[in-house]
């Protein structure tokens, strides 16, 4: 059974660059029909899209969190990144990686991490 | 993008039918067939419940259904149960010069 597990610190400074990166364990990254996906949750807000990555390192991404995101594959270690740079308070949030399936297929995410929570504090 | 709009609460009884929607524009749910659902327990990972706005994933019970109108989708929970009460959320792809997808505002459901 496909699980993602989110690791990364849970404490980023102001303007700092945050890092998270997903383990895929179960199945293989590589697969031709589906990406891995980021979402996120601020406290007491509602789930927001990051971008999602291919396999082969194609990637995509929230238009309004463009400029700072950078998502990475690391296929011999079934892994996927997040690199969100300068980051405020804003971005404090909780965290989720997911599977998502190509758009041909829906584009759904199942399944999710269980999501780890970043703050942005001095 | 804008997120989808949905209403922030829905409560029922036990047995009874809800319906949430998730209001959107030409852009996302009224252009694609790519709306997709999740329940949501706090503290644990969102489940995927909907997707292609009407099928159900291998494991989700009959009692959740969807369905799309023009610019709005609906999840119907019919039977309502005790374990039903979580936060959902739809979620769409949106536009078409670029791949993106766009959440919706969630809505809590409470079991009466």
């Known amino acids: 059974q496909l699980q993602l597990q989110e690791s990364g610190p849970g404490l980023v400074k102001p303007s700092e660059t945050l890092s998270l990166t997903c383990t895929v364990s179960?199945?293989?990254?590589?697969?031709?029909?589906?990406?891995g996906g980021w979402i996120r949750q601020p406290p007491g807000k509602g789930l927001e899209w990051i971008g999602s990555i291919y396999y082969s390192g194609y990637t995509y991404y929230n238009p309004s969190l463009k400029s700072r995101v950078t998502i990475s594959v690391d296929t011999s270690k079934n892994q996927f990144s997040l690199k969100l740079s300068s980051v405020t308070a804003a971005d404090t949030a909780l965290y989720y990686c997911?599977?998502?399936?190509?758009?041909?297929?829906?584009?759904?995410?199942?399944?999710w991490g269980q999501g780890t929570p970043v703050t942005v504090s001095s | 993008q804008s997120a989808l709009t949905q209403p922030a609460s829905v409560s029922g009884s036990p047995g009874q039918s809800i319906t949430i929607s998730c209001t959107g524009t030409?852009?996302?749910?009224?252009?694609?067939?790519?709306v997709s659902w999740y329940q949501h327990h706090p503290g644990k990972a969102p489940k995927l419940m909907i997707y292609e706005v009407n099928t159900r994933p291998s494991g989700v019970s009959n009692r959740f259904s969807g369905s799309k109108s023009g610019n709005t989708a609906s999840l119907t929970i019919s039977g309502l149960q005790a374990e039903d009460e979580a936060d959902y959320y739809c979620c769409s792809y949106a536009d078409g010069t670029t791949l993106v997808y766009v959440f919706g505002t969630g809505t809590k459901v409470t079991v009466l």
């Open positions: 030409k852009n996302d749910i009224g252009s694609y067939n790519l």
């Open positions: 179960g199945g293989s990254i590589s697969s031709s029909s589906y990406y």
């Open positions: 997911a599977r998502q399936s190509s758009i041909q297929k829906g584009g759904w995410f199942d399944p």
